[in-house]
């Protein structure tokens, strides 16, 4: 049942997509993106679902992407 998720995608530009799967009316529909400040590698969501951690090898970070608003709330060495 996708009517009360988001579908995210790490991109190769240094972006996330944020899809939402409902209000396309039969196609996906692009909710937002979230620039990122450099190509993400591999992400985890926390248990509680509000944020997301996206590893950033070529910077050395790990952007801390706040799921409520989709804006990333800090970079961790």
Do not use: H, I, Q
């Not at 993400?40 to 996206?54: E, H, K, S, T």
């Amino acid at each position: 049942d996708l009517n009360s998720y988001f579908v995210v995608t790490l991109n190769r530009s240094p972006t996330l997509a944020v899809l939402d799967p409902v209000m396309g009316f039969g196609r996906t529909r692009l909710y937002t993106t979230v620039p990122l400040r450099a190509a993400g590698a591999d992400w985890a969501l926390d248990a509680a679902r509000g944020r997301l951690y996206v590893s950033m090898p070529s910077a050395g970070k790990v952007a801390v992407v706040e799921t409520g608003t989709w804006k990333v709330e800090a970079e961790v060495d």
